[in-house]
């Protein structure tokens, strides 16, 4: 994806008068602390609020494979492993996104959902492809990877929600940084929250 934007960027958008700025990502290094600290205080302050209502009311807020759970330990070690992929994901899909959905034709609810259809829209064409052929033929299109398509029907509400975010914050902020971070940390913890995870000692 990076390799992509790189060589449509010199092809289409240096020559329309794009610079690195309006991709995001040159601010200074005070900007990217504070974009950090906010993105930790933010997931923070969330799963407070989960904890404390998972304590009263013993809620469980899920729908079907997509579940925001507490999580342990054991879980946020797995998620400081993931994250730092996760954030490269999320760096550079924000990128590409936000300078492809940038200008006042862009505005409004075309925005978001130009920038959810970047974020799920291979997802949505796998599982269209699995289960359709399912429906129609009796077998999947990768029988072998039942397991798996279930879960990327969980990760389809979580990319959806992430490209909100990381529209709405690059609106708001002028960077990338912001949204990368929060859902780095949101929708890998979400994830691995979900996920059984084994310890080999």
């Not at 790189?6 to 601010?27: D, Q, W």
């Not at 807020?61 to 996760?86: G, N, Q, S």
């Not at 925005?111 to 129609?136: M, W």
């Not at 902020?173 to 949204?179: D, Q, R």
Request: proline share 2%; hydrophobic share 55%; glycine share 8%.
């Amino acid at each position: 994806m990076l390799l992509v934007t790189v060589c449509y960027h010199f092809v289409s958008k240096k020559p329309a008068g794009a610079t690195i700025e309006n991709y995001g990502v040159k601010v200074n290094i005070k900007s990217i602390v504070a974009s950090f600290v906010t993105a930790v205080v933010t997931v923070a302050i969330g799963y407070g609020v989960l904890y404390a209502v998972d304590a009263v009311f013993k809620v469980d807020f899920r729908l079907w494979t997509f579940a925001v759970k507490t999580f342990e330990l054991h879980h946020l070690i797995a998620m400081l492993k993931y994250a730092p992929l996760f954030f490269i994901f999320y760096f550079i899909i924000g990128m590409t996104v936000n300078i492809n959905t940038a200008g006042a034709k862009y505005d409004g609810i075309k925005g978001y959902l130009i920038s959810i259809l970047h974020f799920v829209g291979g997802l949505v064409l796998y599982l269209i492809y699995q289960y359709g052929l399912l429906f129609t033929t009796g077998t999947a299109g990768y029988p072998s990877e039942s397991l798996s398509s279930i879960i990327v029907i969980g990760l389809v509400p979580v990319l959806i929600i992430a490209a909100i975010f990381n529209r709405y914050l690059y609106r708001k902020t002028g960077n990338v940084y912001v949204a990368a971070f929060i859902n780095t940390l949101l929708m890998t913890m979400v994830t691995v929250a979900n996920t059984t995870l084994y310890t080999i000692f």
